[in-house]
């Protein structure tokens, strides 16, 4: 809001800017000691511009105070889709190359996490995953542990939330792995499901700062609850990450599919080779990509052994368990194959 101090003495009249910060760590927008907003300052010494709290107010004259909000304004966006701005990033604004600032983006950067580590898609089908994402609101993730399947879903699901396409995160799962039997754990529901949670948990501390994550889970802005409680919500303006899908059954996959409401984004994720339900009891993920693969709104990406980002070990664990069961399942169908005529009768 814009409104005029008038200076008395010299009969000048300047305006002030006020900026509220939303969603915003101050030690990360501002930088160490405010060396972000000094620099601005610098560049700007007949302006005015103070910082408190959540708050920017800039006093100077029109054209000037329109330079700087243009400027903090890019530098939000900049802060919303990386989580840091630092003094490199100030003097690219300051020197109207905001182009070079956004072009950091780039690269397979999906935001910057906590101390400004970078979270990055580092294999193709990773990035696959990310580009399925962008262009499609339903994407099945399909691979083995260790493929970073979960970690990216999050990552991009953090994202949207950062830059405001989306207003909540909701993250479910099955909460054991024979279904949703949870009286006999200890404590409440939150307590009961956090142990099946804390992959999603750790990837969360990566990418927001704590207290910042404490604040999204106590406001429910960051949402953590087994896929029963999902039954009968409309789930709008969301990012929903559907997790070790390959455990729910048919009729929970259906429901949590179809909770979705307008400007939401899901990203169902699963192992088909970890599938824990009772034998006779069949995987809604298994189900959900045969009866869904023809519809192009849809994307799916397979993962696989390459895209292992854990020990190296693991994946030639992976690979050594895909070649015993391709192995087994070889077995299994050269004696199930039919006997000619000529074999019985050497019999």
Same mark, same amino acid.
């Given at each position: 809001? /814009? ?40 560049? /700007? ?7 408190? %709290? ?28 990386? %989580?840091?701005?630092? +003094? ?37 089908? =990773? ?14 993730a ?19 939330l950062?830059?405001?396409? +989306? ?20 404590g ?41 409680? #999902? ?17 729910t059954?048919? #009729?929970? #996959? ?15 994720? %699963?192992?088909?080779? =970890? ?8 995987? %809604? ?17 397979y993962?696989?052994g ?9 994946? =030639? +664990? ?29 019999d």
């Amino acid at each position: 809001m /814009f409104y005029h101090v008038i200076n008395n003495k010299n009969k000048v009249v300047l305006v002030e800017k006020i900026i509220q910060l939303e969603n915003v760590a101050l030690p990360d927008f501002f930088g160490a000691e405010d060396a972000n907003l000094r620099e601005i300052r610098l560049a /700007f010494p007949e302006s005015r511009i103070l910082a408190r %709290g959540n708050e920017i107010r800039i006093q100077g004259s029109s054209p000037e105070i329109v330079k700087i909000n243009e400027i903090i304004n890019q530098l939000l966006e900049h802060y919303h889709q990386f %989580g840091k701005v630092d +003094v490199a990033d100030v003097r690219l604004c300051l020197n109207d190359d905001s182009a070079s600032l956004l072009r950091k983006d780039k690269d397979d950067t999906i935001i910057f996490g906590v101390k400004g580590l970078p979270i990055k898609a580092k294999t193709t089908n =990773q990035q696959a995953l990310v580009k399925a994402s962008n262009e499609k609101d339903i994407v099945f993730a399909l691979g083995p542990a260790g493929t970073g399947k979960t970690y990216v879903a999050v990552a991009l699901a953090v994202r949207a939330l950062k830059n405001k396409l +989306v207003r909540k995160i909701v993250i479910t799962r099955p909460a054991v792995e024979a279904g949703e039997s949870l009286g006999f754990l200890p404590g409440d529901m939150r307590e009961k499901i956090d142990p099946y949670l804390r992959p999603i948990y750790d990837a969360f501390e990566e990418m927001i700062p704590s207290e910042k994550l404490n604040h999204y889970l106590e406001e429910n802005i960051i949402e953590i609850a087994p896929i029963a409680f #999902m039954r009968g919500r409309t789930l709008s303006n969301a990012f929903i990450l559907l997790d070790e899908a390959q455990n729910t059954t048919s #009729m929970q #996959m259906k429901m949590c599919l179809t909770r979705m409401g307008q400007n939401s984004k899901m990203i169902i994720t %699963g192992d088909v080779s =970890q599938i824990d339900l009772p034998s006779k009891q069949r995987s %809604g993920l298994v189900d959900a990509v045969h009866i869904l693969k023809k519809i192009k709104d849809i994307g799916f990406v397979y993962l696989d052994g390459k895209d292992v980002v854990r020990h190296y070990l693991v994946r =030639q +664990v992976i690979e050594a368990y895909e070649r015993n069961t391709e192995e087994e399942q070889n077995h299994k169908e050269h004696h199930q194959k039919p006997r000619s005529r000529e074999e019985n009768q050497n019999d």
